[in-house]
């Protein structure tokens, strides 16, 4: 019953995945909230209000006023502790965006006092579209909080970004709401993941087989909680998620990292290098293939740039540097002299002994270690869980 006592009020826009509004409206009220459902008209297209008040023990709201009652929206904005919009329409975000007032939801939208959680569904298309991101990243600034989309098939039978956070997600992110995890509000994120490829010449590189996963786990949870990260991304099959919090710079080099880290790091509050760059380069880069000759051949190279080190050597008092070691052997020394050596304030420790952790898995097993000594060790988890560990010990160092 984690939302005992809480009174929630669930708009519902007409889309397709209205028909996923009863899901939610059950478990919030299985988790112990009030509920009281207003319907767009077009809503009622896509699924009926008999369902909602059966659901919610309360009357659905649809029009300000039926011509002979009105409907109090002013009442009911400041009855709720949590708005929350599940789906959320292009046009409706529209509205919110510009302070349009013709349906029952948008009166009510404009009274609240509470917080406002919106999540939108939408074709992939018109999710990208820039009137779409702009209207976005306008109800964000008024205060209001994005429960990203997910992905996955469309109504549309398209494949992408745009389809609404499942029922049970949103559950989550409620619950994170009163939880108040929203700790990250406010605050700048610098991450990087994945490899770096350095070129040999055009078709060939060294590289590592890095995927990404636990950078992007880190991304999204900071996400969640409420910052803003610029992610500088090596080259990786992954899909990435947009959000209108997140700004992605994809690179190839550790050369090419180091320059966008450069930039981004003097307005971090926190940076987490999850990234595995590459130690050393090719000392030249051919420009045309190199032709199969000799039985053997050399090749000269050269060290990379420590974009950690460099990073720490220039970190400020109130700024918070994170770090990875990815060890084989004689991990917790290791880990502790890089800890020291790049003016890290956290190291994470992967050992490459723990099976399912560590590099390609979607699992890992992490020592998170500090000035104070080993602060954790962590079972193997998912890397969501993982993420949110890390996290949860980063803010104890802001
Ligand atoms: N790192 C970095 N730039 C580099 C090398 C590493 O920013 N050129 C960062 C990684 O993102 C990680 C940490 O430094 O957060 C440690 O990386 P790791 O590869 O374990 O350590 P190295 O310093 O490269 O040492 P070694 O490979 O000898 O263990």
Aim: with cysteine.
């Amino acid at each position: 019953m984690n939302l005992q006592g809480k009174k929630i009020i669930l708009g519902i826009c007409g889309s397709i995945a209205a028909y996923k509004s009863a899901e939610l409206c059950r478990l919030f009220v299985k988790s112990g909230a009030e509920v009281k459902v207003i319907m767009t008209t077009s809503a009622g297209d896509f699924i009926s209000p008999l369902t909602l008040s059966t659901l919610s023990g309360y009357e659905v709201f649809t029009s300000v006023h039926d011509g002979s009652n009105w409907s109090g929206h002013v009442e009911l904005g400041l009855w709720a502790d949590v708005l929350v919009i599940a789906p959320i329409t292009a046009n409706t975000i529209a509205h919110f965006a510009n302070g349009l007032c013709d349906t029952m939801l948008d009166a009510v939208y404009l009274s609240a006092k509470c917080t406002v959680l919106f999540a939108p569904a939408m074709d992939l298309d018109m999710w990208i579209h820039p009137s779409t991101k702009s209207n976005v990243e306008k109800l964000i600034s008024f205060g209001n909080v994005l429960i990203p989309v997910e992905h996955g098939e469309l109504a549309s039978g398209l494949v992408g970004f745009g389809r609404m956070a499942e029922p049970a997600h949103i559950l989550d992110f409620v619950i994170a709401h009163f939880n108040k995890h929203l700790d990250l509000s406010g605050k700048n994120i610098l991450i990087t993941a994945g490899p770096t490829h350095e070129k040999l010449d055009p078709v060939r590189f060294i590289g590592n087989s890095s995927t990404g996963k636990m950078g992007l786990a880190l991304v999204r949870e900071c996400l969640e909680r409420g910052a803003s990260v610029e992610l500088v991304l090596g080259p990786v099959t992954e899909k990435i998620f947009t959000h209108p919090n997140l700004s992605v710079t994809n690179i190839m080099s550790a050369d090419d990292m180091m320059k966008a880290c450069a930039v981004h790091f003097q307005n971090a509050d926190i940076a987490i290098m999850a990234a595995a760059v590459a130690d050393y380069r090719p000392i030249t880069e051919e420009s045309q293939k190199i032709k199969k000759s000799d039985d053997e051949i050399s090749l000269k190279l050269v060290k990379t740039t420590d974009i950690a080190a460099s990073l720490g050597a220039i970190k400020q008092p109130g700024q918070v540097l994170v770090g990875f070691a990815l060890e084989t052997e004689n991990e917790l020394e290791y880990a502790e002299k890089k800890r020291i050596k790049k003016n890290f304030d956290l190291i994470i420790l992967n050992s490459m002994n723990d099976k399912g952790a560590g590099i390609g898995t979607s699992t890992n097993k992490v020592t998170i270690i500090g000035s104070e000594g080993i602060i954790l060790a962590t079972q193997l988890l998912p890397k969501s869980e993982i993420a949110k560990i890390i996290v949860d010990e980063t803010i104890k160092h802001i």
